[in-house]
């Protein structure tokens, strides 16, 4: 049998086994080595670390550290209240608005239920809001509506549309066209052909990826009020300005903790949807 | 199967009465929700900036264009730090997320009771909060500069990676890890040679996607001063200096769309 095995295999007989590389070629794993070594090395010389700086901060990082073991809720629990309500109220608000947009141009920017103008015009929408990230429309934003929770709304909502209507039009297109096809056969119109024969195919999918957005949306709220957009940002900003260490603390502690339960919660409904 | 009777007959319907009912009173509650939190937004917003923001706009579009592009020259230095910050930040969460990872997944941890709980703590309370917070708290502790944006990009790319990575080492094919176990392999040679040339694909894979949302995320750390292009945004924001946070923001939706391409570029090589 021994004129069945490939000649490759043959010369590799009595040889050590050596493990496979991941990239194949030679020359090509060298080159990408050496330039990532050459780059590390550029990189390294270039970046300035003022070590002595750094060496003092480390009393104040363990400071910050230890402030996670006694967080202050308590002296400024207004403030921390009323930038929680803007942010969770920023959140739903943006939340619903954006999804709500996000579907007719999901539906717009699937090829296989939609016209070739209203795929571009949709797939357009979708990656200008996509390139485009959250804290420069919200500088933006602000810029143009003034300060307050409506620029930071305004920008939740525009991301979401890019995110969700993206994910969407993707599950669309790899819908069962079958289903499809049995609804228009039965002389249904073109809503009812979306109502019974696409969306209870792709609804599970919306609904994961709906609790998945909300989730972003309150984490992005979190930093718009940096640049003004309200929401928690802005006392969190405060906190570090002020060195208020405990304070931030007890901020990143109730962040932390919403987004557990958000998780927790998105875990229960897709299990359930599914 | 729900139906209703209409004239003696049965007609097909898709819920029946209490399902209806039920979801009815879920949708009117939301909509009262939806009103509540529009309200509060209402409330705290000065309408007469917004009937004025098209003005407004039309104001700023004049004053940003065209942008100026001489400044482009400044920009070099401030696109290179951008470049370094992510890079170096995504090469040390990956050096961190890889324990993590491995004491995290269910097959591999060391023990369940201790260090899983951990390492899961790790994971969530690293993504949870935003680079630019995490920058923040750098900047206070360290110093402002590219070395406080490179920790922050490491520190929040170690719960998405770990993540991640600790998902692709639980779905392992276990029948690979038993035949090297079976030939006498000590606990780091099943490591090695049975768990991580199924999971280097998938690692690869992440690194390049994690590497692609920190040059994003990296463009805008600067506003709060740790380093990168997004100081010259942010010093260009302050003197209202239009024409160039428009060069500025050019160069950063030029950065995103290569970097976007290079990982997508990458990933299809390896998958």
Known sequence: MRSAISPELNALIGQKWQRPPLVKRAWLRWMLMIGFAAYLIASFMTIDVNWTRVYEGLDRGAAFILAFTSPDFTSRAGDIWDGMVESIVMTVAASVVGIAISIPIGLGAARNIAPMPVYLICRGIVAVSRALQEIIVAILLVAIFGFGPLAGFLTLSFATIGFLSKLLAEDIESMDRVQAEAIKASGARWMQWINYGVQPQVMPRLIGLSMYRIDINFRESAILGLVGAGGIGATLNTAFDRYEYDTAAAILIIIIGIVMALEYLSGIIRARVQ | ?271
């Open chain 2, 1 to 271: 199967m729900p139906y209703h009777e209409q004239n003696g007959t049965r007609v097909w319907q898709r819920r029946t009465r209490s399902e209806s009912l039920t979801r009815w009173f879920g949708w009117l509650l939301s909509v009262a929700v939806f009103v509540y939190c529009w309200q509060q937004i209402s409330a705290a917003t000065t309408w007469f900036f917004v009937t004025d923001a098209p003005r407004i706009a039309g104001d700023i579009w004049d004053r940003a264009t065209p942008p100026k592009w001489e400044y482009f020259a400044q920009l070099g230095r401030p696109i290179w730090d951008t470049l370094n910050i992510a890079t170096l930040g995504t090469i040390i969460a990956l050096f961190l997320a890889v324990p993590t990872a491995f004491m995290a997944a269910r097959n591999t941890t060391p023990s369940t009771v201790f260090v899983r709980p951990i390492a899961l703590l790790i994971i969530v309370s690293t993504r949870s909060i935003n680079s630019l917070i995490w920058a923040l708290l750098l900047i206070a502790i360290i110093g402002p500069g590219v070395f406080a944006g490179v920790v922050a990009i490491a520190i929040r790319s170690i719960g998405f990676c770990a993540k991640l990575l600790y998902e692709a080492i639980e779905e392992i094919n276990e029948v690979q890890v038993e035949a090297i176990t079976a030939t006498g392999a000590s606990r780091w040679q099943v490591m090695v040679y049975g768990i991580v040339p199924q999971i280097l694909p998938a690692f690869a894979g992440i690194a390049v996607f994690r590497w692609d949302i920190n040059i994003r995320e990296s463009t805008v750390l600067g506003l709060v001063g740790a380093g990168g292009i997004g100081l010259q945004l942010s010093a260009s924001l302050n003197v209202l200096a239009w024409p160039q946070v428009s060069l500025i923001l050019i160069v950063i939706l030029f950065a995103v769309v290569i970097s976007e391409w290079v990982s997508a570029k990458v990933r299809g090589a390896i998958i």
